[in-house]
Nanobody
């Protein structure tokens, strides 16, 4: 069974950086999409960035040049690097994964992701 475990959240000051790792286990497919959504208080969950097994990325509006995604395939870990954090980045950040569509790119809708982590809280003040 697939498990996604996020870490690295916490409280930071505006302008600082954070890197969120997500350790994935149990997925047996050879192709995948792996990435991050976030949900701010009182708002819907929105995509930030996703990456597939080929290294191609889909970028949501939230990324805005301050966030990047990377993966360490040897350790089944995906990272969200967040720079120049702002108070509006305060949210719960969720790691997601799912199969990569055979003839397409990774989806951006939350309903298309099968597996979710428990979330990690990031607070920017």
């Amino acid at each position: 069974h697939v498990q996604l475990v996020e870490s690295g959240g916490g409280s930071v000051q505006a302008g600082e950086s954070l890197r969120l790792p997500c350790a994935a286990s149990g997925y047996t497919g050879s192709t995948y999409c792996l990435g991050w959504f976030r949900q701010a208080p009182g708002k819907e969950r929105r995509i930030i960035l996703v990456i597939d097994n080929y290294g191609s990325t889909r970028v949501g509006d939230l990324a805005k040049g301050r966030f990047t995604i990377s993966q360490d395939k040897a350790n089944n870990t995906v990272y969200l690097q967040m720079n120049s954090l702002k108070p509006e980045d305060t949210a719960t950040y969720y790691c997601v994964s799912g199969p990569r569509p055979p003839l397409g790119v990774c989806p951006t809708r939350e309903s298309e992701y099968t597996y979710w982590g428990q979330g990690t809280q990031v607070t920017v003040s």
